[in-house]
């Protein structure tokens, strides 16, 4: 017995010693190459084996291998695949992964892409992955919703009619840039989603710069810059085809081919969709076709051309007027309930509709000039086509409705039940029936087209091995087309239209211009220049920018201009603006960063404020600059489970653009520029991921803003030419909360992997603090706070499910948002008394669904 436990004995630890030997422990730290940004979550699997790791937030991995040589397979989304081999014990110091697509370095330098423990700014960064996992059918800056200080909603619900508010700031004052060429409206500095239907299906990563931004080009944003850099084209042959199914007959089918690099250094990328479907809100069937197309060259190791094209032509119904509670609860439709839809002779008619076709097309040239000395030029057009549909035509007198505000549109006369869709055919049998006096109610069309031009360059030359020299140069040309057509005369032969004083009683037709026609040219010259430091544990920079906005237009209806020639075309308004910034950041350790950042600027009223009665008589050639003052400061901490984020920022907004017109005389108009309307947005944002297992991600954030206007702006006198006071302005909006914003978010996320291509994710987004909208200029008297809208929280669930189908890598996701279809109100406007019962509001959407595939090859 005793030999038998001994021989026992024996055997147990010669396995024990040959199992030990033929294991072996591999330790290193993934890094994206050229940027060294740490890969959190990449797969290092041992080949041939299910035995894997991922990488923690510094990028470190430690995998103990089943066999004592052998190959480590290292993949990331959007980086190539990398195989090294080992032997025995390793410790393989830093491995860099490439970028999977040409030209994406190149890119992210043009479009100021911060990096983690070294910009000093607060940032948060999607990537295309997580772009694709969660957004299913929710307007694309729905995705940013978990983002500290980021509210998002769907607006009217109408496709790609979502809209988004930044620390507090609208689209009119956060840069969006996509691939670091801004696409807010020149004129006017809005954002229109819905030109953009297409761009989540090509975007590579999604970045949120809050405050200051990293922003090097001369783009004044207030609240922060949205930063979308799209794909280029794949190093590596292959691509993909999908499809969604979602509610309200939601469906979405699309295609990506890549050739991948040649030996002759070209690749070639292509991708398209088409969504279309009903809408969750009542008249807002929708269709799109979005594209993109990448042709990359590699010349030599010194010059690269990337053309890339890409847009989305959509159409779709909108709901453009918010409604009284009381009415959404007396309508059968409830939540879904709008007004600016109806039939006609049996089909769906739009009152209010929007469509657009803006394809942006881009060349881009990448120079390495030498070892330290590179210049990266982006060559940009942009055509934008379309508008948005709606009414025409007097009808007061006509219908019996004088003096109460109604028209056939939106009387209850003309509904089909209570609170139904508009009886279109008994407007047409009306209208027919006027036969000389032609249409008393039509639809049409107000037209914004515009061509844009611009180009951005950016030079970038490393002074010695700590200091980089970053300069540039940002020209824009851009002319907007602003017209209404007559689009549907509903039965009639023509309409009057008397609004050109050159074609007065004008019996328009369908397709001729009516109520105003004009163009509007804006200029933009912007210089940057910016020095970064980086040595050790300490990375800063200061950026200056100037630039000069100019202004003019051209009107066609306005001025008789057989009388007032000289109206036909304004002079040119020029505008300077100015901004610095600078910040540092310091790692403490490999574990801690504080930073701080500073900057002012001054950024030129918009086109509206210069040309402020829409001719070229009254005109506000000294319309005052906007002043910011913003800073912040941050603490970052990175650990092998734990990733942290908390900042404080104080932005004071001062003499926001704040114009009133009075009537100086029964001949003359007058302007104001009211100055003193200010206010400070500040607040405290915190971020964290943790991984407290290899299956496990939980992820949350919270933001606490307290943003008011900070003063009454009390007897402005207004003069007249003979300096005489013809009026006195009040504006009483002291301590009011800054609206139309949630002030107070909270987020928490789960991404938990049930297998090894199954996982399931779960995120709670609470929203509180939100005011109803009003504008300063109407608080003429002192008046209650704006009301203040219910607090709402929605949960969203995602499951994906990975596996082989036939030569395919497959992909089942199904996706449901607002899990517990939670009734609340997304966006208000305020009413008489600050109450809900005289409040405007929209209602976000209740539960919905979406099932999608994907065959990837």
């Given at each position: 017995?005793?030999?038998t436990?001994?021989f026992?004995?024996?055997?147990?630890?010669?396995?024990?010693?040959?199992?030990?030997?033929?294991?072996?422990?591999?330790?290193?730290?993934?890094?994206?190459?050229?940027?060294?940004?740490?890969?959190?979550?990449?797969?290092?699997?041992?080949?041939?084996?299910?035995?894997?790791?991922?990488?923690?937030?510094?990028?470190?991995?430690?995998?103990?291998?089943?066999?004592?040589t052998?190959?480590?397979?290292?993949?990331?989304?959007?980086?190539?695949?990398?195989?090294?081999?080992?032997?025995?014990?390793?410790?393989?110091?830093?491995?860099?992964?490439?970028?999977?697509?040409?030209?994406?370095?190149?890119?992210?330098?043009?479009?100021?892409?911060?990096?983690?423990?070294?910009?000093?700014?607060?940032?948060?960064?999607?990537?295309?992955?997580?772009?694709?996992?969660?957004?299913?059918?929710?307007?694309?800056?729905?995705?940013?919703?978990?983002?500290?200080?980021?509210?998002?909603?769907?607006?009217?619900?109408?496709?790609?009619?979502?809209?988004?508010?930044?620390?507090?700031?609208?689209?009119?004052?956060?840069?969006?840039?996509?691939?670091?060429?801004?696409?807010?409206?020149?004129?006017?500095?809005?954002?229109?989603?819905?030109?953009?239907?297409?761009?989540?299906?090509?975007?590579?990563?999604?970045?949120?710069?809050?405050?200051?931004?990293?922003?090097?080009?001369?783009?004044?944003?207030?609240?922060?810059?949205?930063?979308?850099?799209?794909?280029?084209?794949?190093?590596?042959?292959?691509?993909?085809?999908?499809?969604?199914?979602?509610?309200?007959?939601?469906?979405?089918?699309?295609?990506?081919?890549?050739?991948?690099?040649?030996?002759?250094?070209?690749?070639?990328?292509?991708?398209?969709?088409?969504?279309?479907?009903?809408?969750?809100?009542?008249?807002?069937?929708?269709?799109?076709?979005?594209?993109?197309?990448?042709?990359?060259?590699?010349?030599?190791?010194?010059?690269?051309?990337?053309?890339?094209?890409?847009?989305?032509?959509?159409?779709?119904?909108?709901?453009?007027?918010?409604?009284?509670?009381?009415?959404?609860?007396?309508?059968?439709?409830?939540?879904?309930?709008?007004?600016?839809?109806?039939?006609?002779?049996?089909q769906?008619?739009?009152?209010?509709?929007?469509?657009?076709?803006?394809?942006?097309?881009?060349?881009?040239?990448?120079?390495?000039?030498?070892?330290?000395?590179?210049?990266?030029?982006?060559?940009?057009?942009?055509?934008?086509?379309?508008?948005?549909g709606?009414?025409?035509?007097?009808?007061?007198?006509?219908?019996?409705?004088?003096?109460?505000?109604?028209?056939?549109f939106?009387?209850?006369?003309?509904?089909?039940?209570n609170?139904?869709?508009?009886?279109?055919?008994?407007?047409?049998?009306?209208?027919k029936?006027?036969?000389?006096?032609?249409?008393?109610?039509?639809?049409?069309?107000?037209?914004?087209?515009?061509?844009?031009y611009?180009?951005?360059?950016?030079?970038?030359?490393?002074?010695?091995?700590?200091?980089?020299?970053?300069?540039?140069?940002?020209?824009?040309?851009?002319?907007?087309?602003?017209?209404?057509?007559?689009?549907?005369l509903?039965?009639?032969?023509?309409?009057?239209?008397?609004?050109?004083?050159?074609n007065?009683?004008?019996?328009?037709q369908?397709?001729?211009?009516?109520?105003?026609?004009?163009?509007?040219?804006?200029?933009?010259?912007?210089?940057?220049?910016?020095?970064?430091?980086?040595k050790?544990?300490?990375?800063?920079?200061?950026?200056?920018?100037?630039?000069?906005?100019?202004?003019?237009?051209?009107?066609?209806?306005?001025?008789?201009?057989?009388?007032?020639?000289?109206?036909?075309?304004?002079?040119?308004?020029?505008?300077?603006?100015?901004?610095?910034?600078?910040?540092?950041?310091?790692?403490?350790?490999?574990?801690?960063?504080?930073?701080?950042?500073?900057?002012?600027?001054?950024?030129?009223?918009?086109?509206?404020?210069?040309?402020?009665?829409?001719?070229?008589?009254?005109?506000?050639?000294?319309?005052?600059?906007?002043?910011?003052?913003?800073?912040?400061?941050?603490?970052?901490?990175?650990?092998?489970?734990?990733?942290?984020?908390i900042n404080?920022?104080?932005?004071?907004?001062?003499?926001?653009?704040?114009?009133?017109?009075?009537?100086?005389s029964?001949?003359?108009?007058?302007?104001?520029?009211?100055?003193?309307?200010?206010?400070?947005?500040?607040?405290?944002?915190?971020?964290?991921?943790?991984?407290?297992?290899?299956?496990?991600?939980?992820?949350?954030?919270?933001?606490?803003?307290?943003?008011?206007?900070?003063?009454?702006?009390?007897?402005?006198?207004?003069?007249?030419?003979?300096?005489?006071?013809?009026?006195?302005?009040?504006?009483?909006?002291?301590?009011?909360?800054?609206?139309d914003?949630?002030?107070?978010?909270?987020?928490?996320?789960?991404?938990?992997?049930?297998?090894?291509?199954?996982?399931?994710?779960?995120?709670?987004?609470?929203?509180?603090?939100?005011?109803?909208?009003?504008?300063?200029?109407?608080?003429?008297?002192?008046?209650?706070?704006?009301?203040?809208?219910?607090?709402?929280?929605?949960?969203?669930?995602?499951?994906?499910?990975?596996?082989?189908?036939g030569?395919?890598?497959?992909?089942l996701?199904?996706?449901?948002?607002?899990?517990?279809?939670?009734?609340?109100?997304?966006?208000?406007?305020?009413?008489?008394?600050?109450?809900?019962?005289?409040?405007?509001?929209?209602?976000?959407?209740?539960?919905?669904?979406?099932?999608?595939?994907?065959?990837?090859?």
């Amino acid at each position: 017995m005793k030999k038998t436990t001994h021989f026992l004995m024996v055997v147990s630890v010669l396995l024990f010693t040959v199992t030990a030997m033929s294991q072996s422990t591999i330790t290193g730290t993934l890094l994206e190459a050229k940027t060294s940004i740490p890969l959190l979550g990449a797969n290092v699997i041992e080949k041939g084996t299910s035995n894997g790791v991922t990488s923690d937030f510094d990028g470190n991995f430690s995998i103990t291998t089943q066999n004592s040589t052998g190959e480590l397979v290292i993949t990331y989304v959007g980086y190539t695949t990398k195989t090294i081999a080992f032997t025995g014990d390793m410790t393989l110091g830093s491995v860099e992964l490439e970028s999977s697509q040409v030209g994406l370095d190149e890119v992210q330098i043009i479009a100021s892409v911060a990096v983690d423990r070294k910009t000093p700014v607060a940032v948060s960064t999607i990537r295309s992955a997580d772009i694709e996992l969660k957004l299913g059918t929710q307007e694309f800056p729905e995705i940013l919703k978990s983002t500290p200080g980021v509210y998002a909603t769907k607006a009217g619900g109408g496709f790609g009619d979502g809209r988004i508010n930044l620390r507090g700031f609208n689209s009119e004052n956060v840069a969006v840039m996509i691939n670091g060429v801004p696409v807010n409206d020149m004129e006017n500095g809005r954002v229109f989603w819905s030109n953009w239907a297409g761009l989540s299906d090509v975007t590579s990563s999604m970045q949120v710069q809050r405050g200051l931004g990293a922003s090097k080009v001369a783009v004044p944003s207030i609240g922060g810059t949205i930063n979308i850099v799209s794909k280029t084209t794949d190093v590596e042959e292959g691509g993909n085809v999908y499809t969604t199914l979602a509610n309200d007959g939601y469906l979405k089918y699309g295609f990506t081919y890549s050739t991948g690099l040649n030996d002759k250094g070209f690749a070639a990328t292509i991708s398209g969709s088409k969504t279309e479907g009903d809408g969750y809100v009542d008249g807002t069937e929708f269709t799109g076709i979005s594209y993109f197309i990448n042709l990359s060259k590699e010349f030599n190791d010194q010059h690269t051309l990337s053309f890339t094209a890409f847009g989305a032509k959509q159409r779709h119904g909108q709901r453009q007027n918010r409604q009284l509670i009381e009415t959404f609860r007396q309508s059968e439709r409830g939540i879904k309930y709008n007004q600016d839809w109806g039939y006609k002779n049996g089909q769906v008619t739009h009152i209010e509709d929007n469509f657009y076709h803006k394809p942006q097309i881009s060349l881009n040239h990448y120079w390495t000039i030498s070892d330290k000395s590179s210049l990266s030029t982006a060559a940009y057009v942009s055509f934008g086509s379309g508008g948005g549909g709606g009414t025409l035509g007097s009808d007061l007198e006509a219908t019996g409705f004088e003096g109460d505000g109604r028209s056939k549109f939106t009387s209850p006369d003309y509904r089909i039940g209570n609170f139904g869709p508009l009886d279109f055919d008994r407007i047409v049998d009306e209208n027919k029936s006027n036969g000389a006096f032609g249409s008393s109610a039509a639809l049409r069309a107000s037209r914004n087209d515009h061509n844009w031009y611009g180009v951005l360059s950016t030079f970038k030359t490393d002074l010695n091995d700590n200091l980089v020299l970053l300069a540039g140069l940002d020209f824009r040309d851009y002319k907007g087309i602003h017209f209404r057509e007559v689009t549907d005369l509903l039965g009639g032969q023509f309409i009057i239209n008397d609004d050109n004083e050159n074609n007065p009683l004008f019996a328009a037709q369908v397709g001729d211009k009516v109520d105003y026609h004009d163009e509007g040219f804006v200029g933009w010259l912007g210089g940057f220049g910016q020095l970064e430091y980086s040595k050790d544990k300490w990375a800063g920079f200061v950026s200056l920018s100037v630039s000069n906005t100019s202004y003019k237009r051209k009107d066609y209806f306005s001025h008789d201009l057989s009388v007032n020639p000289e109206l036909f075309e304004s002079d040119r308004y020029n505008f300077f603006g100015f901004g610095v910034k600078g910040g540092a950041n310091y790692n403490i350790d490999d574990n801690h960063n504080v930073f701080a950042n500073l900057g002012y600027f001054e950024r030129a009223a918009f086109f509206d404020a210069v040309f402020y009665n829409f001719n070229n008589e009254d005109v506000n050639p000294d319309a005052e600059n906007q002043k910011i003052t913003s800073y912040e400061i941050g603490y970052g901490f990175r650990g092998e489970k734990l990733s942290a984020n908390i900042n404080l920022y104080r932005t004071a907004w001062r003499d926001r653009t704040e114009t009133e017109t009075f009537q100086l005389s029964p001949e003359e108009d007058g302007i104001a520029n009211i100055l003193g309307v200010n206010a400070i947005h500040q607040g405290i944002e915190l971020d964290f991921v943790y991984r407290p297992t290899d299956k496990l991600r939980i992820n949350g954030m919270a933001s606490f803003g307290d943003w008011r206007w900070e003063n009454d702006v009390l007897g402005v006198q207004i003069f007249n030419e003979a300096q005489e006071v013809v009026e006195t302005v009040d504006l009483y909006i002291s301590d009011l909360h800054v609206s139309d914003a949630a002030q107070t978010t909270f987020a928490l996320g789960m991404n938990y992997k049930l297998g090894p291509e199954t996982n399931i994710v779960v995120d709670y987004n609470y929203f509180a603090d939100i005011y109803a909208d009003f504008d300063p200029s109407d608080r003429g008297e002192p008046g209650p706070d704006a009301w203040k809208m219910p607090d709402y929280g929605v949960f969203d669930v995602v499951m994906r499910h990975g596996f082989q189908f036939g030569p395919f890598d497959a992909q089942l996701t199904g996706r449901i948002n607002n899990l517990f279809n939670t009734e609340y109100i997304a966006d208000a406007d305020d009413g008489n008394g600050s109450l809900a019962q005289t409040a405007l509001v929209y209602y976000g959407f209740g539960r919905t669904f979406s099932v999608g595939a994907k065959f990837n090859f």
